[in-house]
Structures are given as C-alpha cells and as structure tokens.
C-alpha cells in the first residue's frame, strides 16, 4: 500500500503572507517533544505530503519515523543522459557519478523513484575504497547520523522544501554488473547489497552543472524564484554547507532549484579530532553566498556563460543582504539561541558538541547582526587560516580582491584552494536580472522595493555587466 499522508489533522493552515508578524510565534519551545514529520512504510516516505505538513508555521514535527526491518528492491543503475524539454537546443548530459567511494543507485517503486546513496559496499572497491560485510563502517555511521540530524533540523526551521529529502532504510538488493570503479574501470559481476542505504527524494530536473554546459540552458537562471536563491543561501550558512557548487544544485523544468547531497554538512566537512584547526567548526562555502570560496570564484566566471554571479543572494534580497526571516524559521533560530549546545545535540542527534556549538552561534548571530554580518562573524576563522596558514605561492594572492590579480593558472588555482573557505567580499554580479518574487510563499526582502535590474542595481552595491545579445533569454524556448 502507499504511505499514508501524514498531516496533523488539527494542524492550522499555513500562514503564507508576507507579512506576517514574527512576534505571533511561540518561541517556548525548549524542553517538549515533536513527533516525526511523517512514517516510513517499507523504505518509503511519501515526501509530497510531508513537505505540505512541514510547510505549516504550527506543525514541530522533525526529522522521518524509523524504518523498521529490510526491504527488498530493485536496485536500478543511474545512466544515460538528461536533459530538460524546454531545451531544444542542447543536447542531454550524462549524469555525474562522483569521485567519492559512494554509490547512488535509483529504487522504483509505484509510489516514486527515490535515490539510494551507499557509503561503502562490501565486494565494490569504487576508487580503491575497501569495506568488509559486517564490519562497523565509521563513516557510513557518521553520514547516516548526520543525515538524520540534518532532515529534523531543516523540517523544524522549515527549509525542508529546498533540499531533497532524506532517510535511511535497511536495503537488500542486487547492484547489476557493470558499476563504475573509477573514471575508467567497471565491476565485472553483479553485487549484492544487504545494508543501511541514505534514501533521498527525487530532485526533478537536471544538475545546474549540466544546464550550463548548453546553450539555453543558462538563461534559465534569469527565472529562478527569488525566495528559493535566499532560502537555499540561509539553507547553506544555517547548517553550514561547506561545498555547495553547481553540481549539487538541482534546476527543474519551470527553474525552480533543489540541493542535494546534504550529508556531509553541519560541520562534518571540517571536523578533524586533535588537528592545528580544532577550533574550525564550520567552514561554509557555497555559491548562494558571498565572500565564500565557491560564489567568489564563480562571480565574474565566463562558466555558464557568466550568469552563475546572478546566484549570489544579494542579486534577489537587495544589495544590503540583509533579510526579512519568515516566522517558522525565527522561531527555530531563537530556540538555538536560548538552548544550551548540550541540549541542541540531545534534542537533534548531532554527532558533535561541536556542531551543536557553531550551530547556535550562526543562528544568534543572525538574530542579533543580521545576515551580512553574521556570514562575516562566521568567517572570520577562515579568514585567520588564510592570512596565516596560506603556503608560499598562494600569499601572493591572500586578501586581493578579484581584479587585482593578474590573470594565470595561479589565479585559477588560489580562487579553487580549499585550506580556507573565505574570500573578500565584493559587490554582486547580477547581469540586470529582475528579481522574480511573484507567487512567493515568504518575501525575503526587507525593503521590497527592491526588484533588482539596472534600475534596482546600479550606484548601490551590486555591480552590473553590459548584457549581451548572448546572455539574453533565447524566445526560441518553449515549454
């Protein structure tokens, strides 16, 4: 039988207004318990309704129940190519497999086509990573726990509905011959799975990555919705997304977006016991935000035919970057605020103190300096590491904003290095882009005056680019 929807039945309707009062939420939440957001019913979680349940401003529900016992499924390979029907123009990319040691394979069921991620599985090596069958596997048990951790805090500050959504199962199964080991190298034979797997909601659409190896496909960032680009940016720096780039971000038919691959956030990216940076316990770095490693790179990229700047959240909030947050989402960042990190790690399962720690730090700060000076205070460790820890050939480079260095192959490298995630921050690059807030569920804006364009844009922070004939939206795109 298909899951059961798993709406409260006494749960209000969800106050979508945009101008709602912050103050109508109750913030005594400290101390209660929630029920999970929805069953899961032989592996399966009917995601549609639980992202219609989370989206209720009253609902507390957090995180998927237990998924009790093994189920057997049909484990299907993710190949051939994808692309989206309103491109006509570009041809359809292959799916990316990764150069981690993980395996994604796709479930078919009657009630949806989730993806399964395994960490390591026994009898296929992928990129030499060897697990034996009935070994405990400490990072298979790390990710699992984060993933976990990760569902019930975004369902709690509702930003559920810009990520995939994810839960573990216990899997039994057979992988078909032919599995990628490496870049060149398949498995011979079939594998036979029999462990715990991360299942993730289906994300439509193709990764951003694919859509900017077309030629229409780029335009397509023109449309999305304003609110997703600031949501997924709060998404990011809130639970600390420390790699977030074009190819874990989803772009549907109708240029809505979605993240995925969220399992190594929180602060599991950085976190080393007993390294030189044991105090670095977060490190975000995506493309939503600037003065971040990835959107600085990518801000005056000619990848994506240069429009990948329009993705910084200043392009759509306003070039202050200050936010007007939506009442679920204040209510769960004052809950951080006055619990104890001690309390937040019991309260949500986090593997860390430290994730527990950083965690309320980002959200006090956000609630007390705003957005842009909370993404400041949050990297200012990493802006220690690259004023003292940067190696020889990289110092050339440290503190220099974009235009002050000279193009080369050293530039390419430093705007990619890794050791610290800051960057200078410097104005947007939005191409003219209109901000699209029509429809939206939450106005982000705090002066919604703001619709960006040359208009919006010009003499307040956010630097403009002529648009060219290329970087138009093509009229040849149908739907």
């Known amino acids: 039988k298909p899951p059961h929807d798993p709406r409260a039945p006494d749960a209000d309707p969800a106050d979508t207004g945009a101008e709602a009062e912050a103050d109508d939420v109750d913030e005594d939440v400290v101390g209660q318990t929630y029920p999970t957001c929805a069953p899961?019913?032989?592996?399966?979680?009917?995601?549609?309704?639980?992202s219609k349940r989370v989206s209720e401003r009253t609902d507390q529900c957090r995180g998927t129940g237990e998924c009790r016992g093994a189920c057997d499924v049909q484990l299907l390979r993710i190949n051939g190519t994808y692309g989206l029907k309103k491109l006509s123009k570009d041809r359809p990319q292959a799916r990316d497999l990764g150069a981690s040691a993980a395996t994604v394979m796709r479930v078919e069921t009657p009630w949806g086509n989730p993806f399964v991620k395994f960490?390591?599985?026994?009898?296929?090596?992928?990129?030499h990573t060897v697990c034996e069958?009935?070994?405990?596997?400490?990072?298979?048990?790390?990710?699992?726990?984060?993933?976990?951790?990760l569902q019930k805090l975004?369902?709690?500050c509702g930003l559920e509905s810009i990520s995939s959504r994810s839960w573990i199962a216990h899997v039994r199964g057979r992988m078909p011959a032919g599995m990628p080991l490496t870049p060149t190298e398949n498995h011979p034979t079939p594998v036979d799975v029999d462990q715990l797997g991360i299942f993730s909601s289906p994300a439509d659409g193709i990764a951003m990555s694919a859509l900017c190896a077309g030629v229409e496909g780029p335009s397509l960032l023109f449309d999305v919705p304003a609110y997703q680009i600031v949501e997924a940016a709060?998404?990011?720096?809130?639970?600390?997304?420390?790699?977030?780039?074009?190819?874990?971000?989803?772009?549907?038919?109708?240029?809505?977006?979605?993240?995925?691959?969220n399992d190594n956030l929180l602060g599991e990216q950085v976190f080393v016991p007993g390294s030189f940076n044991e105090s670095r316990k977060c490190a975000v770095s995506s493309l939503f935000i600037p003065?971040?490693?990835?959107?600085?790179r990518l801000r005056r990229s000619k990848y994506c035919r240069g429009l990948l700047g329009t993705l910084d959240y200043r392009c759509h909030a306003g070039p202050s970057g200050e936010v007007n947050l939506k009442p679920k989402l204040q209510q769960c960042l004052t809950h951080f605020k006055k619990s104890s990190a001690n309390d937040i790690q019991a309260e949500f399962g986090l593997a860390e103190l430290d994730f527990a720690e950083s965690l309320k730090q980002r959200a006090t700060d956000l609630l007390d300096v705003g957005f842009p000076a909370a993404l400041q205070r949050a990297n200012e460790f990493e802006k220690n590491i690259m004023f003292t820890k940067a190696p020889d050939n990289k110092k050339p480079f440290v503190g220099k904003k974009w235009d002050e260095i000279p193009p080369s192959s050293d530039k390419d490298t430093f705007a990619a290095w890794r050791d610290s995630m800051w960057r200078p921050l410097e104005p947007a690059v939005c191409n003219g882009l209109r901000a699209n807030?029509?429809?939206?569920?939450?106005?982000?804006?705090?002066d919604k005056s703001f619709i960006g364009g040359e208009e919006g844009a010009d003499g307040i922070g956010i630097e403009l680019q002529r648009i060219t004939v290329e970087m138009t939206r093509p009229k040849t795109i149908q739907p």
């Open 437 to 446: 807030w029509d429809n939206a569920p939450w106005d982000y804006r705090t």
């Open 291 to 296: 003065g971040s490693m990835e959107s600085w």
């Open 234 to 261: 709060l998404y990011d720096f809130i639970f600390c997304a420390g790699d977030r780039h074009t190819q874990n971000v989803f772009v549907d038919e109708d240029s809505n977006i979605k993240l995925i691959d």
């Open 119 to 127: 960490v390591c599985v026994p009898g296929l090596p992928r990129h």
């Open 154 to 156: 975004a369902d709690f």
């Open 40 to 50: 899961c019913d032989e592996c399966m979680v009917d995601w549609v309704a639980v």
């Open 133 to 149: 069958k009935g070994e405990e596997n400490p990072r298979e048990k790390r990710l699992i726990q984060n993933t976990e951790s």
